[in-house]
């Protein structure tokens, strides 16, 4: 497997006309030049809770996901590097033909086991994983370790030249970091990527433990819910990608890029302002697509 390498960060500049016209300037760390499945603030997240079982007496580390999470994935190989034993909870029945997300954290070595959806909302565990000896990492990496590795996110750039730092959502860890790593003067836009996702600003301030006004929350460009797309957004995806030659996926990031560009054309940044749009990787989701949707 590749090494993965933090170092590989680099901050793109996106000269998407749209953002132009609105005479505001855009950047793009990469996160998900890091690794090619790590990637992203996937590996930020799971780096404080892989620190922590390695410290700890456990045998096993155990995560939640369902047939398309970019986190199973890279927990299953993650943990493969680490040589530690690793069990993915997927939400459903077992289909007759896998995603290709679950056979590639299969051939890591992550053992498969799946439940009821209603077990799954309740993150209820099989009774023979009920045990001391695992360790458990809750969906999407959600928590306190979680929220402060995606809070270092922020050391690989000069935060102090950006006026707007702008992320997707599913569980909002990422989120939550990025609102702890900011300044006191800087916006924190947000963008979430699933349907009725009440509960996102909650579970932010759940982990920051305070509720903050720097925060702006976005709930109107999921395109269907989490890992549906509409057209718009796959022609939208290939424009940017012409205008900038930076790939994103239909899950996150490319909801993340769509939002930003109707922001700017709706004028919701002021003239002048300096965005930092974090990629939060995921690009093995695009192999969901049928082969020629996407250009890149």
């Known amino acids: 497997m590749e090494a993965l390498n933090p170092l590989n960060i680099t901050l793109d500049a996106a000269p998407f006309p749209i953002f132009n016209k609105a005479n505001i300037e855009v950047s793009v760390l990469r996160l998900d030049k890091i690794h090619s499945v790590i990637s992203g603030n996937k590996w930020f997240k799971l780096r404080y809770y892989l620190e922590d079982f390695k410290k700890s007496t456990k045998k096993a580390l ?7 999470s970019n986190h199973i994935v890279a927990t299953a190989a993650a943990c493969n590097q680490e040589n530690i034993p690793c ?17 590639e954290a299969r051939n890591y070595g992550m053992h498969l086991i799946f ?12 009774q023979n994983l009920l045990s001391d000896e695992n360790y458990i990492i809750p969906e999407g990496g959600y928590g306190i370790l979680g929220m402060q590795g995606a809070a270092t996110i922020l050391e690989f750039v000069n935060k102090n030249n950006f ?25 924190v836009v947000v963008i979430s990527a699933l349907r009725n996702n009440i ?11 305070t509720e903050s006004s720097r925060l702006q929350i976005f709930h109107d460009y999921h395109f269907g819910g989490y890992a549906h797309h509409r057209p718009e957004l796959l022609k939208f995806m290939n424009e ?4 900038t030659k930076i790939p994103s996926d239909f899950v996150y990031t490319g909801k993340m ?8 054309t709706l004028k919701y940044f002021p003239e002048g302002s300096k965005l930092l749009l974090i990629h939060s990787g995921g690009l093995q989701g695009n192999t969901s697509l049928e082969k020629g949707t996407l250009i890149f």
């Not at 155990?62 to 398309?68: D, E, H, L, S």
């Not at 069990?87 to 056979?103: D, N, P």
């Not at 909002?172 to 900011?182: C, D, P, R, S, V």
């Open 62 to 68: 155990i995560t939640f996901g369902g047939a398309w």
């Open 87 to 103: 069990i993915g909870i997927i939400r459903g029945e077992e289909a007759a033909t896998l995603s290709t997300t679950l056979i």
């Open 115 to 126: 439940i009821t959806r209603q077990d799954f909302k309740q993150k209820k565990l099989p």
């Open 163 to 187: 006026t707007h730092v702008c992320c997707a959502a599913g569980t909002g860890t990422m989120a939550a970091g990025i609102l702890k790593a900011t300044n006191d003067n800087q916006q």
């Open 199 to 209: 509960s996102l600003l909650g579970s932010i301030n759940s982990l920051t433990c």
């Open 240 to 243: 940017f990608y012409q205008q």
């Open 257 to 264: 890029f769509f939002a930003i560009a109707d922001l700017a």
